[in-house]
């Protein structure tokens, strides 16, 4: 069957290189994504992330924090003391109406009676005396307890800021490590596979053309360090982000696509 004027099959040479071309650039994202992992695992080991802990840790803080919490046990055994001591007035109290509702005057009362009767008042006096204290060392307790824990609030907001800003460094320069490290390699890489794809091919090989194949290398790092940086969902979003941008390289005109349509049929 002769071919149309037309149409021109591609030679083998041609059909190779192009889907050597295709494998080559698949190992450079390959290579340029395992690159990437091994830079940042040389990075964390150099440069441990920073913790909160580093930072609330500080001997001020550390100091003050430390007073708030022995203020506030000392605030709750206080008040396990008050119960005990509420307990107490109740049964002085109950030993008192006891002797009186028995012994309304205080001639019928023998003088055992009357000694008992007075020793729980006594106890009823001391008990209350008592309560007062503990009462007093409660409001004295958690006025200090306050005041302690509003000087520890600005040192901790300002060592929540100071986190904050020193993981952001961390993480921007991380990015950078990962990103520009392994792209230098893999760009000498595809310069050097165009020269050899040009030279085994006799031709312009389509590597050569444009500055698509390293979008897609830069592409497929981007989307690594998303995955590191925010897991599945900062990947697929950056993905979307990337596909979005290749779409608008793609030549959309309409010559082309009546080419394409005269060449199927």
């Not at 550390?62 to 107490?88: G, M, P, W």
């Amino acid at each position: 069957m002769t071919e149309s004027p037309g149409k021109r099959t591609p030679a083998r040479n041609q059909l190779t290189a192009s889907g050597a071309e295709v494998v080559f650039l698949v190992f450079l994202v390959a290579f340029g994504m395992g690159l990437g992992v091994w830079v940042e695992r040389a990075f964390t080991s150099v440069w441990k992330e920073p913790t909160e802990q580093q930072f609330v840790s500080k001997p001020s803080i550390k100091e003050k924090q430390e007073r708030v919490n022995r203020l506030e046990s000392a605030i709750k055994e206080t008040d396990k003391q008050l119960d005990t001591v509420a307990l107490e007035q109740l049964k002085h109290t109950a030993a008192l109406k006891s002797v009186e509702k028995s012994y309304p005057e205080t001639a019928s009362r023998t003088a055992e009676i009357q000694k008992n009767y007075e020793t729980a008042k006594t106890q009823q006096l001391a008990a209350n005396e008592y309560a007062e204290l503990l009462n007093a060392r409660v409001s004295s307790l958690k006025k200090e307890a306050d005041e302690t824990a509003r000087a520890l609030e600005p040192e901790k907001q300002a060592a929540a800021k100071e986190f904050s800003r020193r993981k952001w460094i961390y993480l921007v320069a991380r990015f950078a490590a990962v990103l520009l490290v392994p792209l230098p390699v893999v760009l000498l890489a595809l310069f050097v596979g165009t020269r050899f794809f040009n030279r085994v091919a006799k031709r312009r090989v389509w590597m050569s053309h444009g500055s698509l194949p390293i979008l897609l290398v830069l592409c497929a790092l981007l989307i690594l360090l998303a995955y590191q940086a925010f897991q599945i969902a900062g990947a697929v979003l950056i993905g979307m982000i990337l596909f979005l941008i290749l779409l608008r390289k793609i030549n959309w005109s309409p010559a082309d696509s009546e080419r394409n349509q005269s060449d199927l049929g």
